[in-house]
Nanobody, 126 residues
Framework: DVQLVESGGGSVQAGGSLRLSCAAS????????LAWFRQAPGKEREGVAL???????TYSESVKGRFAISQDNAKNTLYLQMNNLKLEDTARYFC?????????????????????WGQGTQVTVS
């Protein structure tokens, strides 16, 4: 089975940058649909970004132009580069993976159709 471990979270000033990593083990995820989600206290989990096997990406409107999702197949690792961070980006960030294609998936589902999840990493913007 696939295990996912996020890292790279922390506290940052508004306008700053962070790079989150999601290390996968147990199975290569190079052909998986991979994604980042986030959840703030008292709020619903929301989709941030998707990346498909062909490298195509999808972003939520709130992060488009500021965040970039990518993967390194040699390291079996997913990344989220976050630039120009805003107060509203404060949340716990989770990576997710599913062996099925990204085709037909939408970020607005909140990740209900993803089988594998990491434990999350906290991002606090002040």
């Amino acid at each position: 089975d696939v295990q996912l471990v996020e890292s790279g979270g922390g506290s940052v000033q508004a306008g700053g940058s962070l790079r989150l990593s999601c290390a996968a083990s147990g199975h290569t995820v190079s052909t998986y649909c991979l994604a980042w989600f986030r959840q703030a206290p008292g709020k619903e989990r929301e989709g941030v970004a998707l990346i498909d096997v062909d490298g195509s990406t999808t972003y939520s409107e709130s992060v488009k132009g500021r965040f970039a999702i990518s993967q390194d197949n040699a390291k079996n690792t997913l990344y989220l580069q976050m630039n120009n961070l805003k107060l509203e980006d404060t949340a716990r960030y989770f990576c997710a993976a599913d062996s099925m294609s990204c085709r037909g998936r939408v970020l607005t589902l909140g990740g209900a159709d993803f089988a594998h999840w990491g434990q999350g990493t906290q991002v606090t913007v002040s």
